[in-house]
């Protein structure tokens, strides 16, 4: 695994900025793996500038996300569907058709996890994007979650549900359960960058970079990545 340090969040943005642009310039047709949450907006930011400026075209480009809250359809504003129309998708030229997420209000779960299973095994990742949760989660992947497990439904940790109340404007309207890849689905991209921002991110940085590679922290899995750069900012750094 490849640590960069970065003095902030800013330039951690713009390092990942220039790795993603990277593969997107080389790749037209590549398939992103994304991601929600604060840590990406920077990078998300400079993604729809560049486009605009610079006319870097998406219009070739599939996606995958990494996660969906169960029970909240598309539409509704706390979604991660409508998370990335707002602070992406719709700064981009990228056709919606070639965006790819779990459908949260799906009747049926273990319908929908074999649904989008037989999505990402048609489209690999040749990028996958990775915040990094303060208990050393990927996506929605729970500290014991199995590093063999593909796309599924998870009961999230108080420290996730905490974690993304800010998002929300009542803690009791965060949702308890998502949809998620699982670690094998993470680990099957070409290439994987996880970025980590802020000192309460530091104990799980240290721990999946130089941890032991347990199931206890998901993030350690990506210790065996063959191309696994993680960008983190000089707090979430502190303690490697």
């Known amino acids: 695994m490849k640590v960069i340090v970065a003095n902030d ?20 047709d590549a398939v992103l793996g994304l991601a929600t949450g604060t840590t990406p ?18 219009k070739n480009i599939k996606t995958v996300n990494l996660d969906e809250y169960a029970g909240l359809d ?4 706390n979604s991660y569907a409508s998370f990335m129309k707002e602070n992406l998708f719709n700064g981009l030229d990228i056709d919606l058709k070639n965006t790819h997420i779990e459908n949260g209000s799906a ?26 949760g303060s208990n050393g989660h990927i996506a ?16 999230l940790a108080e420290s996730t549900i905490r974690d993304n109340s800010r998002l929300f404007d009542n803690k009791k309207d965060v ?15 070409k290439k994987i960058l996880v970025l980590a921002s ?5 104990d799980a940085v240290y721990g999946a970079v ?17 191309d696994c750069i993680m960008i983190v900012d000089k707090e979430a750094a502190a303690r490697l």
């Not at 713009?14 to 790749?27: C, H, L, Y």
């Not at 598309?74 to 504003?77: M, Q, T």
């Not at 130089?210 to 063959?226: C, D, N, R, T």
């Open 9 to 28: 969040y800013e330039e951690m943005s713009q390092k990942a900025f220039e790795i993603m642009a990277d593969v997107v310039k080389n790749k037209p």
């Open 41 to 58: 907006l920077g990078l998300y930011g400079r993604m729809i500038k560049d486009c605009k400026a610079n006319g870097t075209s998406y």
């Open 74 to 77: 598309g539409n509704n504003k």
């Open 107 to 132: 009747s049926d779960a273990e319908k929908e996890c074999e649904r989008y299973n037989k999505v990402l095994c048609g489209l690999k990742q040749d990028i996958q994007l990775l915040g990094l």
């Open 140 to 155: 929605f992947n729970e500290p014991g979650t199995p590093f063999g497990a593909e796309v599924h439904i998870v009961n």
């Open 175 to 189: 949702p308890v359960s998502a949809y998620t890849m699982g670690p094998k689905n993470i680990m099957q991209a």
């Open 198 to 202: 802020g000192a309460n991110k530091a």
């Open 210 to 226: 130089k941890g032991e590679i347990s199931e206890s922290l998901p993030a350690s899995v990506l210790q065996l990545h063959p």
